[in-house]
């Protein structure tokens, strides 16, 4: 629930503040170069270089008749204005403090920032602009806050904040793992930009300057460069010296340091009186300076970055309101009414969008059906199908819209017993993958009302569609329902190279069929071992993923396992060669060979070894180790010949190979990393990488064994080696 209300007022603020938000950071953008093109002026003191104040006026006062003021900028920049008989020696300028000479004029503003700055401050429209610009302000401050909470929400408490956040290529992933680290300066900005707002409407309290009065004790009177308090005060410490007008004693020189103004007898240079600027004031100065970036590179560095960061947050925003509108939930029946309900646990939208798109096929093949979410589970009076449909977060956690559901389960008593079907969306990436949907699973079980078929649950790996849109034809035909179901998601189109098919060799033993498929394109160097092939045979939808190698050549290398019914592996086995095939490259870049990892084992089963037999021809002063589990020494002969010339060459330091159909000691890779345990312990501890590629079944068996070696070896968990990707898998 609060998650909720969380959530919306993250959205209703950026909503309602689009527009000026938009405006005021473009603008934002552009004037964090001021303070460093102001700065980039050479008008400064020598750094580590100071002057007093005493020395300064000796300077000026040797040079010219009359000293009006002193100013030191934020840049320390020394503006003095000075009176002299000599015509061309007075005026207000900068000067060179050591020598009291005029170093330049003061150039004016430059009417691009002074543009700009009218422009960001109340877009033109006077006070109502500003009026507007620091409510805009305030309303980011609030969509930074509410934007934090999410995030932390999503990684799991404060404490895992800056904990690793798996990369999953989504908009969502950009806009969390940016503003991980931007919302901090930007929760500045709108806060010191709030503050300057409220003090410009005197929206602050006024509390008043704190003032001291000192007694005087008659002194004799000095020249005023001889003051102690001058001879005291550097020129670091002091915004601003002016001096009297006239000689009558109750006009006195008044000195503003960064935190007071001090009022100076102007014969004897006894301190006639203290003002204490009030904290208001001390903050407006700080706002001041932390909004505008002024006097230091650095921060307006910082500024800019953030501005520009706030126009992508709101180009993400934007893009992930769309994705979860498009999934927005809307009913033709009532739950009441419906004999199908489907419930879905979705973050992002996207399991919603399966609920949608079934629900919608449901309605049109005449079916009461009623779509809603895990977190409303209640009683419904006709239901015959419950559908469940559910992504996973976290460490197995349910996503926000289904935290509520398994206790619901448990307490709302059923009136009409139903069938139930549960379907998870997870990722492999995820050490608990579909963890949540396998939980309601579990729990579906035991009650007595429900009834859960054997099949279930189906997990699905990166929102599969074919495989759910497969799954609902069957559940559909089995319940005599003439469903029809979209063949294909609408995305966006990738483009498709072409490839030639320049050899091929078949191994068949008693057990199976694979063969190995050499290719070549035009686009050779933009494919990378690791990165997969998408092929869709003629009259198909469903896209097969081929994890690519090359040959030593350059050549692309497929091994593919001929399934008897397997529609793409029969397709890519009956090219000929020369014949041309069209194939979409898809970057897979968490699955390179690492270039800074001391040591590299690389755990393959099966057809798992293709992307390997690029990686070992690729140039690495690392040690790399190859495990690979096949069936026959005949299979084996496939690869033998490169990987042969490998180990001669000196780019693969060991090959280890077990045959499950052989007369063999190792029968299946997971066989090899037992015995070699040591060896994987002393690279997991030395921050060597372990890169797994093959069956989710031998990564999983792979995964208990590593599991055991880190404990028995006591060091860090599976997870951390996980999270640090020293473990690396591509499995299907
Ligand atoms: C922060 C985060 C955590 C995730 N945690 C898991 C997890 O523990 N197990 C899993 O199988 N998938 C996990 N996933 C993958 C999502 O469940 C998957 O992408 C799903 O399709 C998202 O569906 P939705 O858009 O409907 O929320 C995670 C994704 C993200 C962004």
Redesign the pocket.
């Given at each position: 629930m609060l998650n909720k209300l969380w959530r919306y007022s993250h959205l209703g603020l950026t909503v309602s503040s689009f527009l000026f938000l938009l405006l005021a950071t473009i603008t934002g953008s552009f004037l964090a170069f001021e303070p460093i093109y102001d700065k980039l002026q050479p008008y400064h003191i020598n750094e580590g270089e100071d002057v007093t104040l005493s020395e300064l006026i000796t300077n000026l006062h040797n040079q010219y008749d009359e000293i009006l003021t002193i100013q030191v900028d934020k840049n320390y920049f020394i503006k003095a204005s000075v009176f002299s008989m000599d015509e061309a020696g007075g005026g207000e300028f900068y000067i060179n403090p050591f020598n009291g000479n005029k170093i330049a004029d003061i150039p004016p503003k430059k009417p691009f920032f002074e543009f700009l700055t009218n422009f960001h401050r109340s877009l033109f429209l006077k006070t109502p602009g500003r009026v507007f610009v620091g409510i805009t302000c305030f309303f980011l401050f609030l969509i930074a806050i509410t934007g934090l909470g999410l995030a932390i929400k999503?990684q799991g408490g404060l404490l895992k904040f800056y904990s690793k956040?798996?990369n999953?290529k989504?908009i969502?992933?950009n806009h969390?793992a940016l503003g991980r680290f931007l919302l901090i300066p930007i929760i500045v900005i709108a806060l010191s930009g709030t503050y300057l707002s409220m003090d410009r409407f005197s929206l602050l309290p006024t509390v008043k300057e704190i003032a001291h009065q000192h007694t005087l004790a008659t002194k004799d009177a000095l020249p005023f460069f001889e003051f102690p308090i001058f001879k005291n005060t550097s020129l670091k410490d002091i915004q601003k010296l002016e001096f009297p007008f006239s000689t009558d004693e109750e006009d006195f020189f008044v000195l503003n340091l960064h935190d007071k103004e001090i009022k100076i007898h102007q014969k004897t240079g006894e301190v006639v009186e203290t003002i204490n600027y009030p904290i208001t004031k001390m903050i407006a100065i700080l706002s001041f300076d932390l909004h505008t970036g002024v006097g230091s590179i650095f921060w307006s560095v910082v500024l800019f970055i953030s501005s520009l960061s706030i126009l992508y947050f709101l180009y993400s925003g934007s893009i992930i309101t769309f994705q979860r509108l498009r999934s927005s939930i809307s009913n033709t029946f009532k739950f009441n009414q419906a004999t199908i309900i489907i419930l879905?646990?979705?973050?992002?939208?996207?399991?919603?969008?399966l609920g949608k798109i079934l629900q919608q096929s449901l309605v049109k093949a005449g079916k009461k059906v009623f779509l809603d979410t895990l977190n409303n589970y209640r009683q419904y009076e006709n239901i015959d199908q419950l559908l469940i449909i559910t992504?996973?977060?976290?460490?197995?956690?349910p996503?926000s819209n289904a935290g509520l559901f398994l206790n619901k389960l448990q307490s709302i008593k059923i009136i009409k017993p139903f069938s139930c079907h549960v379907i998870?969306?997870?990722?492999?990436?995820?050490?608990?993958?579909?963890?949540f949907a396998k939980k309601i699973y579990s729990k579906a079980l035991l009650h007595n009302d429900i009834n859960v078929p054997s099949s279930n649950p189906l997990l699905?790996h990166?929102?599969n569609y074919q495989q759910f849109r497969k799954w609902a034809l069957d559940w559909a035909s089995s319940l005599k329902i003439n469903l029809e179901l979209p063949m294909e998601l609408a995305t966006k189109k990738e483009k498709e190279t072409s490839f030639k098919v320049i050899a091929k060799q078949n191994v068949i033993d008693p057990y199976d069929e694979t063969f190995r498929l050499t290719l070549t394109t035009k686009k050779l160097k933009k494919v990378i071992p690791g990165d997969l092939i998408g092929f869709t045979p003629f009259d198909e939808t469903q896209e097969r993923l081929y994890s690519v190698g090359k040959c030593s050549n350059g050549d692309l290398l497929l091994s593919v396992k001929r399934h008897p019914s397997g529609v793409c592996s029969n397709f890519l086995n009956e090219l000929k060669i020369d014949q041309e095939v069209k194939g979409k490259i898809k970057k897979n870049e968490d699955f390179y060979l690492p270039t800074k990892s001391p040591q590299i084992v690389l755990i393959a089963n099966g057809t798992g070894i293709a992307p390997f037999l690029g990686m070992i021809h690729q140039k690495s002063q690392t040690p790399i180790r190859l495990y690979w589990g096949t069936r026959t020494k005949k299979s084996e002969e496939l690869y033998k010949h490169q990987i042969d010339k490998s180990l001669q060459k000196n780019r693969l330091y060991q090959y280890h190979v077990a045959y499950s159909k052989e007369d063999s000691p190792y029968n299946y890779v997971q066989d090899l990393i037992l015995r070699d345990e040591k060896t994987m312990a002393t690279l997991l501890s030395s921050g060597g990488t372990i890169m797994i590629c093959g069956s989710i079944i031998m990564r999983d068996s792979i995964y208990t064994l590593l599991e055991k070696i880190c404990k028995k070896y006591s060091l860090q968990s599976l997870e951390f080696y996980l999270g640090k990707k020293q473990i690396v898998t591509d499995c299907y």
């Open positions: 999503r956040i798996i999953d989504s969502q992933y969390v879905v646990g979705s973050e992002n939208g996207n399991t919603k969008r992504s996973t977060y976290g460490q197995g956690e996503p998870g969306l997870g990722s492999y990436s995820y050490p608990l993958f579909c963890e699905i990166n929102q």
